[in-house]
């Protein structure tokens, strides 16, 4: 765990990660909790049904619709948005915790939310993840398996309207290799760390701390 000059654990960063569907996000999750250490990956809830080998409260927290509406009326979750007619949200509880202890939180959802997060949380760091072409992407759709064309191509028109909103990030990562890209997104989260924003505590007590030395010269 990274430690600042007053041995204090350093606040987490909040880094939401976005991509069309296809794009190769969870076997990039996957990896980056793999081969990097400090990170914590969030949990989202969905009303979507479980697609096969997945667990609640692993790869999400499964609800009903009415279950998860409940959630929205607590103010229990940090965003939530509706996506090929499921609900995905983000709960508030488990990211704060884990910010608070010093770890970088993944989030990995769909763009309305990630824009949502941003208003709301203003130094939460935006990834977009894409694959190198559009063929890529239909191909990587297709041979998945788990849907029907009708689905993918669903999953493609909607693509077409997110890439109108990849601007918006604060980086773009392009999934062609994937060891590659894991490392550079490793690099892009750590460098925020040290940016003015994120050392503002640490400005503050090195300011003071040398301020002791002007008063010296005086005396």
């Given at each position: ?218 005396e």
């Open positions: 765990m990274r430690q600042k000059g007053n041995m204090m654990a350093e606040r987490g960063i909040l880094v939401v990660v976005s991509g069309f569907s296809g794009a190769g996000k969870g076997t990039l999750m996957k990896r980056l909790m793999e081969k990097y250490d400090n990170y914590a990956l969030s949990v989202s809830a969905t009303t979507r049904a479980p697609r096969p080998g997945e667990e609640h409260g692993r790869e999400y927290f499964f609800h009903t619709k009415q279950e998860f509406e409940e959630l929205i009326l607590q103010d229990a979750l940090i965003e939530y948005a509706q996506y090929v007619e499921n609900y995905y949200g983000t709960p508030k509880a488990y990211v704060e915790k884990q910010l608070n202890a010093g770890k970088d939180v993944i989030l990995e959802i769909e763009i309305q939310g990630a824009l949502k997060v941003k208003k709301k949380l203003p130094d939460t760091l935006l990834l977009f993840v894409t694959p190198p072409t559009a063929e890529e992407l239909k191909r990587r759709l297709v041979n998945r398996g788990t849907e029907t064309m009708d689905v993918i191509e669903s999953r493609l028109r909607r693509a077409s309207e997110e890439a109108e909103g990849m601007s918006e990030y604060d980086y773009i990562l392009i999934n062609d290799q994937i060891e590659e890209c894991v490392d550079k997104m490793h690099a892009i989260i750590q460098s925020q760390h040290e940016t003015v924003k994120n050392r503002r505590d640490f400005i503050k007590e090195i300011t003071e701390e040398i301020a002791v030395f002007e008063k010296g010269e005086e």
